[in-house]
């Protein structure tokens, strides 16, 4: 176990200092955790609301933190280039993110058009009825995101890797409000960038 916690550990500081330099970025993926947080609280009453929640609140913030505010020139402080970044990147990189963005956008468009998803679901009859279709098909897509990369990890790397990087994106939540708080302030102060440490990793 403490070999499987120190992958995750691993794979939080890489994501924090290759992805996570910016107090916007910072600050948005505070509100997302947040967020995310009450995603799963509701999915004990409303799984439906629940995949609203993650999907238009959660995500939203979360990526559009990485694609408008986060630096994408060389990388200085981890002396690595954003191609070089994107290519060891364990998760899901900007192309990924791309593909798994398209496909989220597609299903509101995909069930108003054939509500009944060609026979596979019992097609909605109200407004209400499509939101809860549209909800449901994002928290699918989120779960089916999360174990389908989970697996590519267990041939790409080994089953270990695989189930710590799954242990992180669903514990990033609770992580990034404990590293994150504190972002707002900085940015109050015009702190635009986080002055990152190597010694944070061993903390």
Known sequence: MREFFSKVRTLRWDDHR???Q????????LVSAVSFLGAYALLCVDAAAAGIVGWAVGMVTRQSGHIFFEPRSFDHINNASDQHKESIKVGYNMRRKG??????LSLPVLLYISPG??????PATDAQGYVHAVGMSWLLLGVAGIIFRTVHLFYLRSPAWGLAW??????????????????PLALLRGQWLDPI?????HA
């Open 18 to 20: 290759y992805y996570h």
């Open 99 to 104: 593909i798994l963005i398209a496909v989220w």
């Open 117 to 122: 998803l060609f026979g596979l679901i019992a």
């Open 197 to 201: 440490e190597a010694e944070q990793h």
């Open 22 to 29: 910016s107090r916007i970025n910072q600050t948005l993926h």
């Open 166 to 183: 799954a242990c992180k994106i669903l514990s990033d939540p609770f992580h990034n409000i404990g590293i994150y708080w504190k972002s």
